[in-house]
């Protein structure tokens, strides 16, 4: 019989596989599922010249990253004259720049990459642009801005600011008020972005003062299990910061639980769950602030024009923007329904 | 770890210290001392958090709180207790209660209902252990690498079945058994459920021909063969056990988390592996116990209870728990050789 021959690397091994594992499992923000924006195109819609853009993503194992694709394509499909070829996507560095070069040899016009790394990708983006191939830059920035010619991405540090002053506007009236974060994978450096957002937002409410921080991992399932220590940690307080919509699933699930209803809940990134549980407004979910998957889809309308050598419509420039940061606008019952078609499932 | 090879029969510590005559003196003596040792490590845990946090910790509600936590990683450790206990490992775990729970989630908005989803998630785990069991068993693929692919393959077919997305249940007979008001006598339904696999896994591993098999498969395989034994047949129930333990916490997770996901049941794998390590079962097989294992997850559950209710971060928690891990083997050894 096949016996394990060594035991000592038994548990190490195991290690390895398993990080591995964590690390696919949960390198993004949320879910979706639905294509939302059909608002204008950046570059206007008149064909043009014949484009081939190149798309190179993580793998889309959660939500979010899943709408990213999703949004690319539909826009891509918009375009008579834009041609997509899209890469598998990996979470593994290595695969992720021999895709990306894969593309680079077949001679794509313009890449869009968003990197599951972006400091780790910055090399194989530099070789890009020195073959004379634009590099549209999605979500997770590179190191070097030689190594694209345009970034877009959202405002992680903006999420946290406006989940901040929400929530102080909220409590402003309220004596010693008390406020707890749910954040996102802690070795994550957008996570560490949104905190420093949130406290950021908070020291212009001399009243309120976060008590508790605990770090989940993106999954409905670390959201119960951190909630319901949370809850059980803090007996009283009066507003939750969550990091992330799709670990909300698990936290509201958590509050149900523990029967609290004394505090009210401003999540993140946007997902059609927390926006229709804002609109129904029977949860103490009130708020959630945006991080739209819809990004991908004005990436392609960027790198179609930088194909075309167009600006943008609308901007008196000639060339398109060399960064472009997008809004996190927070959604509550005022204006949910506006916002409601760009939630993700 | 040269660990001397057992026979085949059942003369583990736990055994014959049953059949002693003077089974208290027995039980201090021998194999419980690491129990005792494990326990001491729990109450100081406890005196810990009661200290730190008075209010929140000794409160029943956070009794409660832990207990539950323990209970879905608690009922995968049982069943890895068995397949460690004989010598393999199963590092598919994690992933088979991902794929047990998306599929009977997706069962569950097809409206199929209560039965249908435990049914489903059951089957799921089941199937998987099979596939396990059959390639290790008749396949002769070493464990490691046979759960190995299983772990990629069952994550990646969650993957594609939820497409990234989170399913959220709405069969509220599912949900209920999650809620306060169905607790009986203060005892949430999920740790009934991880109280009864515990007590079946401890009464099968101590008190039947086929836990004293499992043990004398890890122990020596060649000669409990030699005993007339099909050994085969013990593996492929052995990885059959494991999968229906992550089908039942599969099932207990969907009622934690009210949903499904491809995510579910990240890293058990390890976690499962390090509870029956310093519950004092051997890697090596041909020693197991069901009591330490339990210990183990309480132990790792409690650690994390008192590090959220004092406010640390999750870099300090893995720390301790790597700490606590290397500590307990140390023990283990030191014990190990003194009797």
Not at chain 1, 229 to 237: D, G, I, N
Not at chain 2, 113 to 129: E, N, R, S
Not at chain 2, 156 to 164: E, P, S
Not at chain 2, 247 to 266: E, K, P, R, V
């Amino acid at each position: 019989m096949p016996e394990l021959t060594s035991r000592r690397g038994l548990l190490f091994g195991t290690a390895a596989v398993s990080a591995g594992v964590l690390l696919t499992g949960c390198t993004s923000n949320d879910t979706k599922d639905e294509p939302a924006s059909n608002d204008q195109p950046a570059a206007d819609d008149k064909k043009g010249k014949q484009v081939t853009i190149g798309f190179a993503g993580p793998q889309a194992d959660h939500g979010w990253l899943n709408a990213i694709n999703d949004n690319a394509k539909s826009r891509a499909k918009k375009y008579e004259d834009v041609t997509l070829e899209i890469t598998e996507g990996s979470n593994d560095t290595a695969a992720q720049i021999g895709q990306i070069e894969t593309l680079i040899n077949k001679k794509v016009d313009v890449l869009v990459i968003l990197p599951a790394d972006g400091k780790a990708l910055t090399q194989v983006g530099l070789k890009a642009m020195r073959a004379g191939i634009p590099v549209v830059n999605l979500d997770r920035i590179f190191n070097s801005p030689q190594a694209y010619r345009c970034y877009i991405g959202g405002d992680n540090f903006g999420m946290g600011l406006n989940a901040g002053h929400y929530i102080g506007e909220q409590l402003k009236d309220k004596k010693n008020a008390k406020v707890i974060e749910l954040a996102g994978l802690d070795n994550l450096e957008l996570t560490k972005q949104r905190t420093a957002g949130f406290d950021a937002a908070l020291k212009n409410y001399p009243n309120v003062k976060k008590v508790a921080r605990q770090a989940a991992e993106f999954t409905v399932e670390s959201g119960q299990a951190k909630m319901s220590q949370l809850l059980q940690a803090q007996s009283s307080f009066d507003a939750l910061w969550n990091h992330d919509d799709d670990q909300g699933v698990g936290a509201l699930r958590a509050i149900e639980q523990a029967g609290r209803d004394d505090f009210i809940m401003v999540g993140g990134a946007g997902s059609l769950s927390a926006m229709q549980a804002i609109e129904a407004d029977n949860s103490v979910l009130k708020a959630t602030v945006l991080y739209p998957p819809t990004m991908a889809a004005s990436a392609i309308d960027l790198a179609r024009a930088l194909g075309q050598g167009k600006g943008v419509s609308g901007l008196a420039e000639f060339e398109i923007p060399s960064s472009l940061t997008l809004y996190s606008a927070v959604v509550d019952k005022e204006n949910v329904k506006t916002y409601l078609p760009t939630g993700f499932k | 770890m040269t660990q001397p090879v057992s026979p085949p029969r059942d003369d583990t510590p736990k055994l014959s210290s049953q059949a002693d005559p003077s089974p208290w003196r027995a039980v201090v003596a021998r194999a419980d001392v690491r129990t005792l040792s494990l326990l001491g490590v729990l109450a100081a845990l406890i005196l810990i958090g009661g200290i730190t946090k008075p209010d929140e910790f000794l409160d029943t509600r956070n009794l409660q709180l832990v207990l539950t936590q323990a209970s879905v990683i608690g009922v995968v450790t049982v069943g890895m207790t068995f397949v460690i206990t004989s010598g393999g490992i199963d590092l598919s775990v994690g992933a088979i209660v991902a794929l047990a729970s998306v599929w009977a989630t997706t069962v569950a908005t097809q409206d199929f209902g209560f039965v249908g989803v435990l049914f489903t998630a059951v089957l799921v785990g089941v199937g998987c252990g099979l596939v396990n069991g059959v390639l290790i068993a008749y396949g002769a693929m070493v464990p490691f690498i046979a759960t190995l692919a299983m772990l990629a393959s069952a994550r990646g077919l969650a993957l594609q079945i939820t497409d990234g997305n989170t399913q959220v249940v709405t069969i509220d007979g599912i949900l209920d058994l999650g809620e306060r008001d169905s607790y009986i006598l203060g005892i949430p339904p999920l740790v009934l459920m991880f109280a009864v696999v515990t007590i079946i896994g401890w009464l099968v591993l101590n008190r039947t021909t086929f836990g004293r098999r499992t043990v004398a498969v890890g122990g020596n395989a060649e000669a409990t063969r030699l005993a007339g034994i099909d050994v085969r047949r013990q593996r492929l129930y052995l990885y059959l056990l494991s999968g229906l333990c992550c089908g039942i916490a599969a099932f207990m997770l969907i009622i934690l988390s009210g949903s499904g996901q491809n995510t579910n049941g990240n890293l058990y794998e390890l976690d499962a592996i390090a509870a029956a390590i310093i519950g004092g079962t051997l890697l090596s097989g041909g020693r197991g116990t069901i009591v330490g294992s339990v210990l183990g997850v309480l132990i790792f559950t409690t650690i994390t209870n008192i590090f959220a209710l004092n406010n640390l971060q999750s870099d300090v928690q893995q720390i301790a728990k790597g700490a606590i891990i290397v500590a307990a083997v140390l023990v283990q050894r030191r014990t190990a050789n003194t009797t």
